[in-house]
């Protein structure tokens, strides 16, 4: 057997195990990191919001971390929500 | 060398040959057919990337999750209650036909359906296609079908850790190994490697410890109610059972309430790791049963149709036999799942149909293992405990390890099974609460949990489990008749063709609404009639007879409701599908 097929074969039963046994956690923890992200999100961009939580000078300091957040950050939040999208945690 | 045919080994061999023409050749046909699926056709997950829901996934990783996620003890108890109904040649038929027709399908089109939406899960596409009204009907039923299913497999686990007595010691030693996994991994910051070999490694030790030292096998069975230790039966109302309940509530509670990568994940993970090889040993020992020696003690086929509600563990093969297996042959949980995350996460939409429909031709598989395991006994129970000697038998024959050790094991196999989804099930109640009744007290997360395990504790305290089973049954396999009928009119709607899904919408639909039926006159005749069904002769010998007539006329009221409620759902649907139909028509 060719090398690359024993390893795409290897590689397929790897990720199998993983979707099996690790990927509930990987998105379970991706979704703590959001929730976190949501925190500074909202700290920078309050004032913007109706909610100044932070003086502008800081929130201006934080701003660049953010901006490479903001379309997704948006996406998910206009996203239609239901309780079916939590069933499955 | 034996009979051939007289050991599972063919049976098992012709339904792995038919779940491979269904994934090769039925599958293909749909996928084009149907769905005409583009590998180059952006999914969700690449449109609408996040990097939280939305991001595209290997369809590997994504299969090995949908199983994760689909499988329980639906295909592990139904074909054990289904080959004591019925005889195991029915079972054998409708798990590999229901699975070929109707089980892979709806997973998978469930999935098609999401992607094709932009992700979308069940709800909302319902409300698009629907309306408010069927949405909330669906909500309700999904809180209602969470109660059943963790009250029934609350029994089911409660049954195996009392009749083997220390097979709940292996299982402490998972809990707690899954608790140390997440901070080995997440504080201490140790290999996961590493850490999944000391994961193993404690597992195991816990499963050989109890197989070889009888002492510690404690506590025995029916401790609690040593004048029922000769009845050789756990009954519904006993000291035991209601200490097991609280136990098992006392864990399901800290998984619910816990941050999930502390308890609940890293559990499924340490848990998971005996349940792969359990579930490849169990398939591998049945086709080598020619060669072991081992054959077929049970009839192919038993009494069919019966109408007698004084039999009430059984009834008519149609519609009881269609509910018994849930899972193994379809489920509608599995389109909650489809729809939920891995619609979001496909790479590719070709990636449906191994992911979807593979994820679900394996789990028929492992039905087809719970078969096996049960047609080699000589009498036995309608009980999970079945399943765990069935397939210790099996499998130590294969192995040389002794009978008692791998019946261990596949008892806490089952365990293992029903603990991480009911807990699974404790928490999404316990996040459904908090989204549906977030302005009042049920809102909180403490009480929706303890509302949701006290209510599964009365269940399973006071209720006949097979009959809840049969509940079980019927709401999953009406979920996926509804899922199936939504797919119907959704493909309606965009013109696709619709018999593929349709017919099979509707036979389950009316099937289990039939189910349904059936049982809610089985409880209603039991109340009229102030009578208790089998098991629970003890708990009205125990708590009065009053007991059971609250348990019997809660659960022939429940009954009621969910058939009402399907039958609603169905006419809505099929209302729909015909209006979207006859546009199609016009246009």
């Known amino acids: ?89 | 060398m034996v009979d051939f045919l007289n050991t599972p080994a063919p049976y098992i061999a012709l339904g792995l040959v038919i779940y491979l023409i269904a994934y090769v050749v039925y599958s293909k046909y749909i996928d084009k057919r149907v769905w005409n699926t583009d590998p180059n056709k952006p999914t969700p997950a690449k449109l609408y990337t996040d990097g939280v829901e939305y991001f595209p996934v290997s369809k590997y990783v994504l299969y090995g999750y949908q199983f994760k996620s689909v499988a329980a003890l639906g295909p592990i108890v139904g074909p054990i209650v289904a080959v004591y109904f019925y005889g195991w040649l029915p079972a054998l038929i409708w798990l590999i036909l229901g699975n070929f027709f109707i089980g892979w399908v709806q997973d998978y089109s469930a999935m098609m359906m999401s992607v094709r939406n932009d992700g979308r899960s069940m709800g909302p596409i319902t409300y698009n296609l629907m309306g408010e009204r069927v949405r909330k009907i669906l909500l309700v039923y999904i809180m209602i079908y969470l109660i059943i299913i963790t009250a029934v497999f609350a029994w089911v686990i409660v049954d195996i850790i009392n009749r083997i007595a220390g097979s709940f010691i292996p299982i402490i030693f998972i809990l707690f190994m899954g608790a140390l996994f997440g901070q080995l991994v997440f504080r201490m910051k140790i290999d996961i490697l590493i850490a999944t070999i000391i994961a193993i490694a404690v597992v195991f030790l816990g499963i050989v410890l109890v197989g070889a030292l009888p002492q510690i096998r404690v506590p025995p069975f029916n401790f609690l109610d040593p004048g029922l230790v000769e009845t050789n039966m756990t009954w519904p109302g006993s000291w035991t059972v209601l200490f097991w309940l609280i136990i098992l509530a006392i864990i399901y509670y800290l998984a619910a309430i816990t941050p999930m990568p502390r308890f609940l994940l890293p559990t499924i993970f340490v848990g998971f790791l005996p349940a792969i090889i359990a579930l490849i040993l169990v398939i591998i020992a049945a086709l080598f049963t020619p060669l072991t020696g081992i054959t077929i003690n049970q009839i192919p086929v038993k009494d069919l149709w019966i109408t007698d509600p004084n039999k009430f563990q059984t009834g008519p093969l149609w519609p009881i036999l269609f509910v018994t297996i849930a899972c193994g042959a379809i489920s509608g949980w599995h389109s909650l799942v489809s729809s939920g995350l891995t619609s979001k996460q496909l790479e590719f939409e070709t990636d449906a149909r191994p992911v979807g429909g593979g994820a679900m031709i394996t789990e028929g598989i492992v039905g087809l293992s719970s078969v096996a395991s049960v047609i080699i006994l000589g009498t036995f129970a309608a009980t999970a405990v079945t399943y765990a000697q069935g397939a210790g038998k099996l499998t130590s024959s294969l192995t040389g390890i002794s009978l008692d050790g791998m019946t261990l094991f596949y008892a806490v196999f089952v365990v293992v099974m029903g603990m991480i989804t009911s807990m699974l099930f404790v928490r999404v109640w316990r996040n459904v609460s908090a989204e549906l009744f977030e302005k009042s007290i049920l809102g909180n997360k403490h009480v929706a949990t303890i509302v949701m395990l006290l209510l599964m504790i009365f269940l399973a305290f006071t209720g006949s489990w097979t009959n809840l089973w049969i509940y079980f049954g019927g709401t999953n396999q009406l979920l996926a008749g509804l899922a199936l009928l939504l797919v119907a009119v959704y493909l309606a709607s965009i013109k696709r063709p619709t018999i593929y899904v349709f017919i099979p919408g509707i036979f389950m639909a009316i099937t289990t609404v039939a189910a349904l039926i059936w049982e809610t006159y089985v409880y209603s005749y039991f109340l009229i009639n102030n009578k208790a069904l089998g098991p629970q002769v003890n708990v009205a010998k125990v708590f009065g007879q009053g007991v059971v007539q609250i348990s019997n006329g809660f659960s022939a009221v429940l009954g009621a409701v969910l058939a009402v409620l399907g039958a609603i759902m169905t006419y809505y649907l099929i209302r729909g599908y015909i209006k979207y139909r006859k546009e199609a028509v016009k246009t």
Not at chain 1, 13 to 41: N, P
């Open chain 1, 1 to 89: 057997m060719p090398k690359e097929k024993k390893d795409s074969i290897f590689k397929a039963f790897k990720d199998t195990l993983m979707g099996f046994m690790i990927h509930s956690q990987v998105t379970s923890m991706l979704k703590m990191k959001t929730y976190t992200e949501y925190l500074f999100m909202i700290m920078t961009m309050g004032d913007m919001l109706g909610m100044p939580l932070l003086p502008p000078y800081y929130s201006l300091r934080l701003l660049p971390y953010m901006v490479p957040n903001i379309k997704s950050w948006k996406l998910r939040m206009l996203r239609d929500r239901d309780v079916t999208d939590i069933v499955v945690g």
